[in-house]
């Protein structure tokens, strides 16, 4: 089971264009699907390279 769950608010190591570093989790699978809370765009990532730029869950 992942520690991650739909709707965690995760932030990255590296922060987005935009300039924000928190992400909702949208969807969990072999894919992780991002949503930016900065601008609301939306990102697929493999779970390996989704779990590389993950630093820890938000609150």
Request: glycine share 8%; proline share 2%; net charge positive.
């Amino acid at each position: 089971m992942s520690e991650y769950q739909v709707g965690d608010v995760v932030e990255t190591k590296k922060q987005h264009p935009c300039g924000s570093k928190k992400w909702e989790i949208t969807r969990i699978g072999v894919d992780f699907k991002l949503k930016c809370l900065g601008c609301g765009h939306v990102v697929m990532l493999e779970r390996e390279k989704a779990m590389k730029i993950i630093r820890k869950l938000s609150t």
